[in-house]
Nanobody, 113 residues
Framework: QLVESGGSLVQPGGSLRLSCTAS????????VGWFRQAPGKEREVVGC????????DYRGSAKGRFRILRDDAKKTMYLQMNSLKPEDTAVYYC????????WGTGALVTVSS
């Protein structure tokens, strides 16, 4: 399973780092990614990191502001979010995009002054 943590209230322009800890499988063997679901909207991909070479791919407004880091030894993936905007407010989830696990409870990120 995958468990998200680190959600918080943050001011616009601020930064936040989310964590995703894996159990029951070897994190480095799979592509893993971050997803988010804003109120009233469908879940969307934020970005992913490949299993083979650690190449990252970001979607939409995450490009240039968010960064995915993966520490296989700690079985943990991180989402470093900078220059946060109110429209980044959402529940953030992690999962394996090519072999989905049951969705966790996510980490709530609220960007507001």
């Amino acid at each position: 399973q995958l468990v998200e943590s680190g959600g918080s209230l943050v001011q616009p322009g601020g930064s936040l780092r989310l964590s995703c800890t894996a159990s029951g499988f070897t994190l480095g063997y799979y592509a893993v990614g971050w997803f988010r679901q804003a109120p009233g909207k469908e879940r969307e991909v934020v970005g992913c990191v490949s299993s083979a070479d650690g190449v990252t791919d970001y979607r939409g407004s995450a490009k240039g502001r968010f960064r995915i880091l993966r520490d296989d030894a700690k079985k943990t993936m991180y989402l470093q979010m900078n220059s946060l905007k109110p429209e980044d407010t959402a529940v953030y989830y992690c999962n394996r995009p090519n072999s989905l696990l049951p969705w966790g409870t996510g980490a709530l990120v609220t960007v507001s002054s």
